[in-house]
């Protein structure tokens, strides 16, 4: 059987609230089950490398299926302390992050619908939910609502992202829900913009799983890991991609609590103030592993960051640096307390770059 509706991504579909749960869709589909995944053996592309986790899902498809009561496999590499982190032997109770993929995405036994093609969304308080979306979304609305859904995007031939709210539009929610590309592209990244929060979201396969570019962005009990990362990267001149989980250019009010991040080659944080200032930024109660330092603060031309608070998180021990799980110029002063690494328990201090 086939389907009834475009297979295009060059028409993009506007949705309305009376309209944000069938209109433009067809076929109840399971979720949880990845589709074939492409070959990263690129000519144009050598060394591709996906740095990920495989996770157990049911399939989506395009037809009514048949519902099938299948054992799944998960292999999970695990993320040392991250289950029951040991305790440092000191004052205070840290409460690491316990965001996996048991606490995050699509929740179990949800039931998609498919959508083939970008969403393009226009009308204030629009609400997407149980969509498995075979597109990009554009954010051209306030207070919309993205729930219980999959986001997979679609090829690419420039740097994109599969939520786009560049355009700032507040009230942006995305809940339990995941952005996973099919298309893997060193052009792919989670999600752009500002004025939204994230909650239990999970985020991986791509190059950046959040770029932050303005205010007001919280990013609470999500995951965000396995970052696509190319060897030879063209968007790095060949060079080695600079994936991160959360890469900051600029914007006050950035929050990040209860999350974990992991995967990236990068930075798990990567704040670079490349097109304006960063101001009050917390980073609290996290497990955060990876990159060459896994929160990495530059200042550039625009000096100190003002407002900075890293506390009560748990850092693993896989950094390309040794020790290194916060870097920063000694003129950003920044509120630390209660970090230690995993498995050890000991304290973290912040390195000098």
Not at 39 to 52: F, H, K, M, W
Not at 113 to 131: E, Q
């Amino acid at each position: 059987m086939t389907d009834h509706i475009s297979r295009s991504h060059r028409r993009p579909l506007t949705l309305t609230p009376p309209q944000s749960r069938g209109a433009s869709q067809h076929g109840p589909a399971l979720h949880r089950l990845d589709p074939p995944r492409p070959d990263l053996t690129r000519p144009d592309l050598p060394g591709a490398v996906r740095l990920e986790r495989k996770r157990a899902r049911t399939t989506a498809t395009t037809r009514t299926p048949t519902f099938v009561a299948a054992a799944t496999l998960a292999l999970l590499i695990p993320l040392a302390g991250l289950a029951a982190p040991a305790q440092a032997a000191t004052a205070g109770i840290v409460r690491s992050a316990t965001a996996s993929a048991g606490t995050t995405g699509v929740p179990s036994g949800t039931t998609l619908k498919v959508h083939n093609g970008d969403l393009n969304i226009t009308k204030a308080g629009t609400v997407i939910s149980g969509l498995d979306i075979r597109g990009l979304v554009k954010i051209n609305a306030i207070n919309v609502t993205i729930k219980n859904s999959i986001i997979r995007g679609r090829s690419v031939s420039a740097p994109a992202a599969l939520v786009n709210n560049l355009g700032g539009r507040s009230g942006l929610k995305i809940i339990d829900s995941e952005l996973y590309p099919s298309k893997p592209s060193p052009d792919i990244n989670g999600i752009y913009g500002y004025n939204f929060t994230l909650t239990r979201v999970d985020i991986h396969g791509v190059i950046d799983g959040v770029h932050v570019t303005g205010s007001n962005v919280t990013i609470a009990n999500s995951w965000l890991h396995g970052n696509l990362h190319y060897t030879s990267d063209p968007n790095q001149g060949g060079k080695p991609s600079h994936d991160d989980s959360i890469q900051i250019q600029k914007g006050s009010n950035i929050k990040v609590y209860g999350s974990t991040l992991s995967g990236s080659h990068n930075a798990g944080v990567q704040i670079t103030q490349d097109t304006g200032d960063v101001s009050n930024f917390s980073f609290t109660n996290n497990f955060a592993d990876g990159g060459a330092c896994t929160i990495n603060v530059a200042q550039k031309s625009y000096g100190p960051i003002y407002g900075t608070v890293i506390t009560d998180n748990k850092f693993g021990r896989n950094t390309r640096i040794a020790n290194c799980a916060v870097i920063s110029p000694t003129t950003t002063k920044i509120s630390t307390a209660r970090n230690y690494y995993t498995p050890d328990s000991k304290t973290v201090s912040v390195r000098t770059g």
